[in-house]
Structure formats: C-alpha cells, structure tokens
C-alpha cells in the first residue's frame, strides 16, 4: 500500500554538532543554498556548508564541513532562524528578541542608526515568500508579540528593520503565515485569515491552542496548510475555501510542509507522507525526537534533536515505475498527471505517454481489455508493439523492434496466457478489435503493412468475417507473409482477393478457378462461379478475359455470356469490338445467340452483320429444330423470335436470308415476311393466301406491311389483298367462298382504308347489301365526313376573301401616300418606285416584301395544304 | 496530446451536508461510481469532480461526525448548492439539520440552492426497495443490511419512537415524514430571508433517496446540477465583465471576492 517517494539521508551528523554533550538539542535550522545554519537549545548558531554527493551507484549522500559556530551571548535557545539572503543577513528569534546577524560571520549587526536592530517581546514571525513590495533588499516579515493583540508588519533591510502597519486580531495570535497582504493566523480558539491592507478577516474554522500546536503553513500562492482538529491536513486559500479535500494526519502533528504532490508531516514518531493528488497514505517512515520539518528548495528538511537530515523526493519516474511494477496503475496515472505542471511539456508528455502504455500492458495482462485499449489510445502506442507478443503476426520483413527498457514483462501471449488458450483466444479477439479500430488512423502510420498483415493473419487465423472486407477494400496486408497463412487455413477465396489486390489477376483468377474445379477447397462463397464471371465482366484486362471467359463459357455458357454483355459501358476506355467477341465465341454457339441478341436487342447496334448473322442463327435453330421435332413448345418459341427478327429488323440481308430458307418448305409464314420485306407484297400475299390460306396472317401482313405508310400505300395494299381474295381465287372450288368471307370481314374491319368506289366496282353483283352493310356504313359515313370537311373549309376560304375584299374597298376610300423618304414596314427600306402592295389597314410595302411575307406566312402555308383537300 | 484534466478551478461547488450516519457519502459513492458500498465514517471530507456538460462541479463530502463540525462553513463557503441530507428512519438527523447544520451555510453563495434529502428510503419505502440499478447484487444488499443494524440513536424525538427495527427485509418505522421535511424546506428559506415564492418550490427541493438501491439519486444530483448552472453562467458573466485580466486562468479574480465577501 505504500509508496517510496523520499528518501531519508543524514546531511549532519551528532558528533559534528554537538560531540557527546547530551544536553545539547537542535531548536531551529535553515538552509541556504550549500549554507546550512543550525540553532541549538545553548545559544550556539553553526554553519556548515553542505555538498551533495552521488555515489557510483547512484546513491545520494550528504558530506557536512562545518565552518563556523557562534555564541549569542542570550543563554536561552534559538528559537527560529530565517536567511534573508539577499541582504546576507540571518533573522534571529532568541529569548523573545528578533535581530540580524552577518550571514558569513554570524556577527549581531549594528544598527544604521545606532544601537542593537531590535524587535523585543516577540513570540513567532514569519517571512513573506510572495511579497506584494516587489523591493528585492528588503524582506517582510510578520511578528507576533506576546502582549499585545497584535500582529506587525516590518520590513527588514540591511542594516535596520523598520515598522510598516500594525493589524489587531480578535484574540491573542499563535502562529502567523504570510501570502501577500494575507496573513494566515492561528488564534487561541481559531484559525483566521486577515488581509493587512484592508484589515478584511475571514474565519477560517475553530481549534483548541491548548491540545495542540497550530501549524499554518503556506504551501503556494495564496493557500495555507492548517492543522485541524482531528488530527487533519486542512487546505484553506485565502478566500477561506479549502480546494483540496483534507489529509488525515495523527494528533500530534508538529509540522508540515508540502513538496508535491505530497504533503509531509512530522509527529512524535513518524513522518507521514500523503499525496494531495488523492489524499492516500503513501509512505511512512519512522523518525525519534523529530524536531523541525521545513520545506527548503524542493527538498524537506529535518531535524531531530541531535542531528539534521534530508528528505530526498525519489524522481518521479521511479515512484511511478514502482507503482506500475506492483500493479497500481491508477495511482501511477493519478501521479503523473498531478505532476503535469512540474515538468517541461514535453517531457511530460513522453513520460506520460509511456507510463499510459505501460498501464495499458498491465491491464492488458490482466485481461482488462477496456481499460488496456483506452491506456493504449491515449499513450499513442506503437500498435506493433503489441503485435509483436503475438507470436508470428509481425510480417518477416518487419523492421520493428520493441521499445527498451520494454514496456512489460511478457515474452510472447503464450507466456502472458500460461497455456490458458481461453485468454489466448481472448487476448486474440481483442487485437482483433483493437487493430480493427486503429487500422485507419494516424496510430499505424509507417506500419500500415505490419498491421494490416498482422490483421489478415488473426482474421484468417478466428475464421473471422472480416478478412474479405479487409482484402475488398485498400490494405497493406504483405503478400508475401500472407501466403502461406491463407493458404493454411484454405482461405483460397481471400487469397485470390489478395493478388487481385496486388495486380495479380491471373494468379487470383486460377486459384478461383481451381476452388470451382473441385481442386481446392474452400465454401467461402457457394457462388463463386458467378463471383469469377463477373470479375471477368468487370475487368478491363483483355487478356485475361480471353483467356479465362473461355473456361466460363464452357462452365455455363448463358451465364457465362455475362462477360461480354454485362461489362460495364466505360466512357473513354477502350469498348471491346463486338467482331472480336463474335469471333471468339465461334465454338460456343448457345453464348454467341446470346451476345448477338445482346448486341441487336439490347443495344440496338444498327449494324447489317450483326442483324443478319442473328437472323441466320435464329433460322438455324428453326431449321435444326424441324429436323428433330420433338418439342413443339421450343419449335413455337423459336420461330416466334425469327419471325419477331425478321418482322423488326430492317438491316439484315433479306435475300441472302432467303436464300437460306431454300427448301425449307414449313417457313412459309417466314418467307411471307421476307417477301415483304423486298416489297414483293403480291408475292407474299399469294403465299399467305393461298399456300397457308392463312387469312387473319394475311391481314396482320398487310397491316404490318403497310404501317408507317402514307395512306395511299396503305389503300394499295389492301386492294391488293382484296383483289388477291376476289380475283385470285380458283373457281369452282369450295375455297371461294372462304376467300369471299374473308374478302367480306377484311371489307367491314377496315372499310376506311378503302376507296369504295373502286370496291363497289369488283365486287361480284350478287352479294346481298346485307353482307356489306358495315363496309358501305362507313365508307357513305367517310364520304360524307369529307364533304361537309370540304364544305366547312370551302365556306371559311370565302369569308376570308369577303373580309379582303372589306378591307381592300376601305383602303381605296383614303389616299395611300408613297415617297422616296417612306420607309417599307417590313424591310425599312425606302420605296424607289411608285408600284407597292398595300397590307390590311393601308400600309404600304414593297411588292417583293409583301411576297416574301407570304411565302414565310404559316397560316398562309395550311391555307394552301388545306385547299389541296377540297 | 494527452487529455490530462488540468487543476483547474471548479465553476461550481456542491456540498453534502447532514449527521454521521445518514448516507452522505454513499450517496455520493452512489452517484458518481454507481455502486453502494461499505464505507467508512468520513475523516474531515473528501471531495469528486463531475463534469456536467462543460462545467466543473466539485461535491464535497463531509464529516458528519461532531469533531469536524468546525469545517463545515469552510466547506460551504461559496457554495452553489447544498444538499442537507437526514435519514428517514432517524428523527434526529432531521432535528440535528436545522440545530447544527443549518448555521454552516451562511457562508454559501447568496443565490444558493438548498435541497433536503432523506436517505434510506429503501428501509421504509417499498418502491424504493426496487433496485434502480441491475449491478447491485443480492450478497451486497444483504451485508449491509448487517451493516445497518448499527445502533438506533434513540433520541427525544416528538414522534413515538420506532417499533424495534426489523431484521429481515421487513420495513422499518419512518420516523420523518416528507411533510415535515417540507416543513423544514420551509423554515429554512425562513432563516434565509427568502422570499416563499420566490425560491424553488418545497416539493422540487426535497428528495427521499436511498444510495443502496439507487432510487431518486441520479434525479437528486441532476437536478442541482441544472438547476445551478445559471449562477454558473452569472458567475462566468461576471467575470469577464471585470476589467481584471487574469494571467491565470485557474485562479480567477480570487483577490478581489476575497475582499468583498467580508464587507
């Protein structure tokens, strides 16, 4: 529980002050530099002047040379001493009396003015350390009289003190501090604080003067340490507030100082030790007839009644790392940081962050994970030095070394773990989540590949899900190192991920290909096939893609067809050429239907090769599926794909597609297309008609044929399939009748495409109106539309001319002036002759003005399409 | 950069005031560690940084015990808020607030804020037996059950005096109804001067706590938290209003409130 924060050395010893005199006690002491003065219970002031010394080992020692000792002449002890060094003046308190001696000869020094400098009936003073004067020769000094209720302010010069203010108290004072204008003051029955100059007071809080000695001590700028009843360590600033909590001491305190972050006590046996930081217990060490304890120049010191000692603060850093070898980690963390403000910032912060990742180590070791990770974040931890007590993460090639002196005590995790292989795996899950955290921030910078490498590893390693994300997205992770562990734990998958990363396509994409093979096994993903093709649909490495589609197309050939038309469309990078492709797939002939399709359907690429050379595959297909007549479904759906081919398509090569069809005497419906195609209309009709007498097809022809036609086509064709059916067909036969109905159904569904007068005059005499009453509904319907068409138009055609002429006669009534100095209203040009156009209204414009104007005129435009109707 | 919390002056101060025995810093323990543990009589107080949203607050606990008493104006002086903590089950702790107590804070803040807390709720109060807390285990609940058994200071109370205490989770007697901390609310806005309509309502500032189960602490010390940060905000306003440059920031104008606190 305890801590070794100072070190007692003896700096003078008992024969050298006093020999074997026993009556002889040290009452004061006071340090000064190398300048060491020492009051005794005789009246004898010694100087000594002391030397540190430093063994080899590193041992701190004292060595004493005594100069001079000095006889006051009073017979009473010394009470107190105090150096003014600035003055080289000692302040003196014997028998009451307080007066100057030379530092060097430990002479009285005479007054300025004559006489002894003198202050008589005095019972404490104080020496103000932070003086509100800023005057460097004189010191001040607070005085306590034993009279008076009083407390006196001097300020001591060389050779004479002088007087300043004079402050009443409430009751008799005890002790006195000095910070500032505060007086910190120890009453009979309380502590006060007293500001001098504004003689403001603040209770501070009761104690009793006759159980024990009051202590006010000032400990830094503006704050006192008190002792309360109870036996506490009070801190009180000079607003009367205490900003630390109290420190618990015996009841017998006699003095105390501060030398922080620790508050040092000396009672009748012992000298306690408490951090401020926390208010613990730190150390304790046994002291007999303890006598004096004051804090000079960043060491305390003591005196016991025969000899004076130091008390030697241990650095810092070896208080803390004793605290972190026993594992106090928050207590070391507690102290470093409370030492923050004595040390250079940066310093500080290489100690700190080194104690941080020690902690970090210790929690770490104690599975405290949480804690470890924070300690390490903070502490700025180089990551590899924690990899590196896994054993075989760091990659080979790593150049890392760990820190020295090391940070912990472990050789490697199995010694941390002491063959607990559920702390290993613990300690594994942790680096995982830990690395995982750190991997993107500043923390892996210049050991990216060590991390990422040492991540790969344990993610292989746990079976982990991560390991693809890492590998899909941008790592360090080494190949080389790599390797071999993926390859252990069969993370084929991954490595080929990871020579795809590297740039090492072909290696990745044979591994893949031997996982689907069979090969190798790893069922990292069921549908690593697909995975393959559409790597190779996404790579823009052709020569990879020639050489691995071949083996994905012969895998799955539909599927396999998705390199070539699912690949990305790049702009500015280089299209693969559709003919090379075509090529290419010259043996898969399923694939290239395929990509033809693609390419025709999907795309729409007008291209007459590719049209056709889709058209004559579809052909096949139709042809070899005759041949083998087996499923009619497949049959049906294939001839409806040629025949949708060969009905949208206006890019193939029709004759040659013909040619084709030679001999195959089923595709009549086919070769109907086709001869429509050519604008052989008559030709197709014959076959539709007459060798399919397919008579709704004959129809759907005609439209097909005739759509997007101006109607006049539209009117042929149909008279043309009306003629096939009435002219065409072969007397006698029962197949006349057929081809009349038919001639009738066309007639009543599309009367309006017909001219019905030349229908009226083919038609045989001898069928009933009855028959063609639709037909005739219609066309008389038609007729009579586009005669009250005409009429309305004819009638709007006057009413203009009515209004010209209105407006011509209007015109004629007023003269129309025309000069050279007019200018035309529609070219501002002026008239250089006297034959103008006269507008609506009397505006006159050139005559080549006026008929440009009518040219441009778009209503004038329809007024001339419209008349062409009537 | 390592974030190392630098001494600096808390903006606030909050202190725990009440008898021995009451629960103050098992409150305190209660809050900031979320754990009820054994703890000690406190020797002279001990005090905790909060951190509340950007302020500082610092809580002092002290000592309730007799001998310490003489700190407790030093701990309240400029305190923002004070909490004057009793025990339910224990008449005198109420009594011994308005006897000893109370005269402490005279050194508080002018605007301070008072809240009354009876502690222990979880021996008389059924719904504060409830834990509020999942981490307070069953074995802990039991030791201090013990633990609590530490002799009932019988005193001249006014009420009748507590059936004897019961042992195995039945409940105890309270001896201090909320009413009469009300009751007390009132009387200390009395002695403060204030101004009953003025203050924070009596039903706002008094709480019934326990610091074993948990219940109504987080609300307890939230609550002043909220309700001190305007002073806070008054006080930072204050400041930067004075023409006073502060070369250090962590010793904000202390000279200048030392002299005009004791005028």
């Known amino acids: 529980m305890s801590v070794k924060a100072f070190e007692l050395v003896p700096a003078v010893e008992r024969d050298l002050l006093m020999g074997d005199k026993a009556r002889i006690n040290i009452e004061c002491i006071e340090c000064c530099g190398r300048h060491l003065y020492v009051g005794t219970n005789d009246c004898f002031i010694h100087h000594f002047l002391l030397d540190e010394v430093t063994s080899s080992k590193g041992r701190l020692s004292y060595s004493a040379q005594k100069l001079l000792h000095k006889y006051l002449g009073l017979k009473k002890p010394v009470a107190e001493l105090r150096a003014a060094s600035a003055l080289e003046r000692l302040i003196v308190l014997c028998d009451g009396i307080v007066f100057l001696v030379d530092m060097v000869t430990l002479e009285s020094v005479p007054s300025a003015a004559g006489g002894g400098v003198k202050i008589r009936g005095v019972t404490a003073f104080c020496i103000n350390e932070n003086p509100v004067n800023g005057d460097p020769f004189c010191v001040e000094m607070g005085v306590l009289s034993s009279k008076r209720r009083t407390v006196q302010i001097y300020m001591v010069y060389e050779d004479r003190v002088q007087l300043v203010k004079e402050v009443n108290t409430p009751e008799q004072p005890v002790a006195v501090s000095i910070d500032g204008y505060f007086l910190c003051l120890a009453l009979t029955t309380q502590y006060m604080i007293l500001n001098y100059n504004t003689g403001a007071s603040q209770d501070l809080f009761p104690y009793n003067s ?89 060491k305390v010191m003591l005196a016991s009644t025969k000899a004076v000692y130091v008390l030697v603060p241990l650095p810092l850093e070896r208080q803390i790392q004793d605290l972190l070898a026993s594992h106090r980690v928050e207590e070391a963390l507690v102290l470093t940081e409370g030492a923050q403000r004595n040390i250079p910032k940066d310093k500080f912060q290489i100690l700190h962050r080194r104690i941080l990742q020690q902690a970090g180590f210790i929690k770490f070791g104690q599975l405290q994970f949480l804690e470890a990770k924070e300690h390490f974040r903070k502490g700025q931890l180089d990551v590899r030095e924690l990899i590196s007590l896994y054993p075989l993460l760091l990659p080979a090639s790593s150049s890392f070394m760990r820190c020295h002196p090391p940070l912990h005590e472990f050789a490697d995790l199995n010694h941390l773990a002491q063959g607990d292989q559920g702390k290993v795996l613990r300690c594994k899950n942790f680096l995982i989540s830990y690395l995982g955290e750190v991997r993107s921030t500043d923390l892996v910078n210049g050991c990216r590949d060590d991390v990422d490498t040492a991540l790969l590893k344990l993610y292989a390693e746990q079976d982990h899900d991560s390991l693809l994300d890492l590998l899909a997205s941008d790592n360090s992770c ?88 699912k690949r990305p469309v790049c702009k500015g990078g280089s299209e693969v050429n559709p003919d090379e492709v075509i090529a290419y797939l010259g043996k898969h002939s399923q694939a290239l239907l395929l990509y033809l399709e693609h390419l025709v359907l999907e795309r729409k690429i007008q291209k007459e090769k590719f049209h056709t050379h889709l058209a004559v595959l579809y052909l096949e297909r139709v042809v070899s599926l005759l041949k083998t007549p087996k499923d009619e479904d497949q049959l049906t759906k294939a001839r409806e794909k040629l025949q949708a081919m060969l009905r949208e398509s206006h890019l193939y090569r029709v004759q040659f597609v013909l040619g084709k069809m030679e001999g195959c005497e089923e595709l009549l419906l086919e070769r109907a297309t086709l001869h429509g195609k050519l604008e052989e209309h008559d030709k197709a009709l014959h076959i539709l008609v007459h060798k399919l007498r397919d008579f709704p097809s004959a129809e759907a022809f005609v439209v097909w044929a005739s759509s997007d036609r101006d109607p006049l086509y539209r009117q042929r064709l149909f008279h043309l399939l009306l003629g096939v059916y009435l002219h065409d067909a072969p007397s006698g036969c029962g197949g006349s009748s057929e081809m009349e109905m038919a001639a009738v159904d066309l007639l009543n569904r ?27 509904n219609r066309a008389v319907r038609a007729s009579m539309h586009a005669s009250r068409t005409s009429q309305i138009a004819l009638g709007l055609a006057r009413s203009e001319n009515v209004q010209l002429l209105h407006d011509r006669l209007k015109e004629r009534r007023k003269p129309i002036f025309v000069s050279e100095k007019k200018g035309c209203h529609l070219c501002h040009n002026t008239f250089s002759e006297p034959s103008v156009v006269c507008l609506p209204g009397g505006v006159p414009v050139h005559v080549h003005c006026a008929a440009q104007r009518v040219r441009d005129s778009p209503t004038k435009r329809q007024l001339t399409n419209s008349s062409n109707h009537t | 950069m390592p974030d190392v919390p630098k001494m600096k002056k808390p903006d606030a101060k909050l202190v725990l005031l009440g008898d021995m025995n009451v629960g103050k810093t098992s409150l305190l323990h209660r809050y900031m560690e979320r754990k009820f543990k054994d703890t000690i009589s406190t020797v002279g107080g001990a005090f905790f940084l909060k951190q509340w949203g950007p302020h500082n607050i610092s809580i002092w606990d002290t000592a309730g015990r007799e001998q310490f008493h003489g700190l407790g104006s030093m701990y309240c002086r400029g305190a923002a808020a004070v909490i004057l903590t009793y025990d339910v089950t224990n008449w005198q702790s109420l009594a011994e607030l308005e006897e000893r107590f109370l005269s402490l804070t005279d050194t508080a803040n002018h605007d301070c804020i008072y809240a009354l807390v009876g502690n222990k709720a979880d021996l008389t109060d059924p719904k504060a037996h409830l834990c509020q807390d999942s981490d307070v285990l069953s074995e802990d609940r039991t030791d201090c059950e013990e633990a609590r058994t530490e002799p009932q200071v019988l005193s001249a109370c006014p009420t009748p ?72 905000l008054r006080k930072r306003h204050e400041n930067q209003a004075s023409p006073t440059v502060d070369l250090e920031d962590c010793r904000e104008a202390s000279g200048k409130r030392g002299k005009s606190s004791c005028c």
């Open chain 1, 478 to 565: 080494l190949l080389t190192d790599s390797i071999p562990w993926l390859e252990k734990y069969h993370k084929y998958f991954a490595l080929g991920l990871l020579y795809h990363f590297n740039g090492q396509d072909a290696a990745a994409l044979q591994l893949w290909i031997r996982i689907v093979d069979g090969e190798l096994r790893d069922s990292t993903r069921s549908d690593l096939y697909e995975y393959i093709v559409d790597f190779l649909c996404c790579s823009s490495n052709m020569e990879i893609v020639w050489k691995y589609a071949d083996w994905a197309l012969r895998k799955d050939p539909t599927k396999g067809v998705h390199i070539f038309t």
């Open chain 1, 210 to 298: 006759e159980e024990r000695t009051p202590i006010v001590k000032r400990i830094s700028r503006e704050e006192f340490l008190l002792a309360a009843p109870g036996g506490l360590g009070m801190f009180a600033n000079a607003e009367g507030a205490s900003q630390r909590a109290p420190v618990n001491w015996s009841e017998s305190v006699m003095a105390a100082a501060v030398c922080f972050p620790y508050v040092v006590a000396l009672d009748e046996n012992f000298i306690t030790i408490h951090s401020m930081l926390d208010q613990q217990l730190k150390q304790t060490l046994s002291f007999r007839d303890g006598q004096v304890l004051q804090d000079v120049e960043g």
């Open chain 2, 161 to 232: 005096p507590a059936s004897p205490a019961s042992l195995s989770g039945m409940l105890l007697h309270k001896q201090v109804a909320r009413e009469d901390a009300v009751a007390l609310y009132g009387r200390i806005l009395r002695y403060k001067g204030l101004d009953e309509k003025g203050s924070l309502p009596a039903d706002r500032m008094c709480f019934e706590t326990s610091a074993k189960t948990g219940y109504n602490v987080d609300a307890l010390f939230e609550t002043l938290f909220d309700l001190v940060l305007p002073s806070i």
């Open chain 1, 750 to 776: 599309h009367g309006e495409v017909f001219d019905a007068v030349r229908v009226l005059r083919m038609l045989p005499e001898n069928w009933s109106l009855q028959l063609l009453r639709p037909f005739l």
